[in-house]
Structures are given as C-alpha cells and as structure tokens.
Nanobody, 127 residues
Framework: QLQLVESGGGLVQPGGSLRLSCAASGFTFDYYAIGWFRQAPGKEREGVSC????????NYADSVKGRFTISRDNAKRTVYLQMNSLKPEDTAVYYCASTPWVGARGCPTVLHEYGYWGQGTQVTVSS
C-alpha cells in the first residue's frame, strides 16, 4: 500500500527555519516525482516545490524561491523541504504528494498530476 508520511512541522518565529520530511513506502520510490503543496485556512491548496524522480530537476513557486530547498534521498525513500527565512504567510498545512514520472523531464507542478497524498503537517510562523 502506497503511503506518504510528512513530519517536521511546528511553530517557528518569523525568520526561522524548519525542515519537513516526506517518508514514502509501498511503491518504487525512484520512479516517482514528489511535490510539496500547502493550504492555508480559507485558501486553495497551492504548489510549493517539486523534484524529479532522480532528483536532478527541481521547481519552486515564486513565493518561496531562494528560501526553500527541496531534496531527496532515494536510499532512504525520503524527500525533504528545507524552509529558511520563514514568513507568517508561509503558515499552512504542508502536504507531500507523489506521481509516477519515469522517462519524463522535470516534475509536475499542478495538483491534478499527483494521485497520492500524505496527511499533511502544520507549519505555523508567528511571533
């Protein structure tokens, strides 16, 4: 059974850092692109970042470029989202998602491309 489990969320002050993890099981991890999405209260879920199946390609939303870094360790079946210089507007529930992405370039950036989702982890940026 395919499973994605996020962890690493919490409460942090503006300007602080968090590292989210997305641990995967139940599928051939190397064949899947992984995306991070977030949803703030009252807002639609939006894309944050994605990484190709091999890790050689990454993409970021304009709002997080230069502050967030996505990476993956296929041996550990885990994707990370390092979040630095956090702002109150980064407050949201963060979700990781996966989709088969073998033989295709890049990684998908839109929600409907992803068929498998984790349960989410809350990130709150507040003083």
């Amino acid at each position: 059974q395919l499973q994605l489990v996020e962890s690493g969320g919490g409460l942090v002050q503006p300007g602080g850092s968090l590292r989210l993890s997305c641990a995967a099981s139940g599928f051939t991890f190397d064949y899947y692109a992984i995306g991070w999405f977030r949803q703030a209260p009252g807002k639609e879920r939006e894309g944050v970042s994605c990484i190709s199946s091999g890790g050689g390609y990454t993409n970021y939303a304009d709002s997080v470029k230069g502050r967030f870094t996505i990476s993956r360790d296929n041996a550990k079946r885990t994707v990370y989202l390092q979040m630095n210089s956090l702002k109150p507007e980064d407050t949201a529930v963060y979700y990781c998602a996966s989709t088969p992405w073998v033989g295709a370039r890049g990684c998908p950036t839109v929600l409907h491309e992803y068929g498998y989702w984790g349960q989410g982890t809350q990130v709150t940026v507040s003083s």
